[in-house]
Each structure stands twice: as structure tokens, then as C-alpha cells.
Nanobody
Framework: QVQLVESGGGLVQAGGSLRLSCAVSGIIFSANIMGWYRQAPGKQRELVAHITEVGSAHYQESAKGRFTIFRDNAKHTVDLQMNSLKPEDSGIYYC????????RGQGTQVTVSS
């Protein structure tokens, strides 16, 4: 059974930091590109950052310089360190595999107050 379990969300003031973590089981983690997506109220889910099997990281323009994605292939985890948070970063953050089939966790809520 494939499971992706996100944690680390919460309420933070603008300018603050949060670290999201996703624990993955049931797949060959090291063979999967992993992504963090965000869905804000009334908006489509968007890709915030992703990291390849060998650790090459890629970011949405708004996340560059503020967010860092990490993966630990031994622990089967992928984290998203978010700094200098802005209210527009608020939303539900999902960890997702980026292959076929696609697997996604249930998400963790991030709320950034102004």
C-alpha cells in the first residue's frame, strides 16, 4: 500500500519559516521524482518545487530563493524548507510522486498571516 504522509504545516506570521516533511512508503522512493504542490482556496493546484531522483531541485519562480526542497532516499522522506513566508504562500501543501501512476498525500495546511 502506497502512503505519503505530510506534516509540519501550521500558522505562521509573514516573514516566518516552516519546514514540511513527507514520509513515503510502498514505492521505490529513490526511483521517483518528488514534488510539493500547493492549492490555495479557489485556485488550481500548482507545483511549488520538485526534486529528481538524484537530487536536482527545481522551483516555481515565486519560491526561488525562499524555499528549499530536500530528499533523503535512505529515510524515504522529502522535505520543503520555507523561509520568508508571505500570505500568498498559504494553502494546502501536498507531497506527490511525479511518475505514472501518481500518488499524493492528504496534504498539510499552511497559513501565513500578514
Amino acid at each position: 500500500q502506497v502512503q505519503l504522509v505530510e506534516s509540519g504545516g501550521g500558522l505562521v506570521q509573514a516573514g516566518g519559516s516552516l519546514r514540511l516533511s513527507c514520509a513515503v512508503s510502498g514505492i521505490i522512493f529513490s526511483a521517483n521524482i518528488m514534488g510539493w504542490y500547493r492549492q490555495a482556496p479557489g485556485k488550481q493546484r500548482e507545483l511549488v518545487a520538485h526534486i529528481t531522483e538524484v537530487g536536482s531541485a527545481h522551483y516555481q519562480e515565486s519560491a526561488k530563493g525562499r524555499f528549499t526542497i530536500f530528499r533523503d532516499n535512505a529515510k524515504h522522506t522529502v522535505d520543503l524548507q520555507m523561509n520568508s513566508l508571505k500570505p500568498e504562500d498559504s494553502g494546502i501543501y501536498y507531497c506527490q510522486t511525479m511518475g505514472i501512476p501518481t500518488y499524493r498525500g492528504q496534504g498539510t495546511q499552511v497559513t501565513v498571516s500578514s
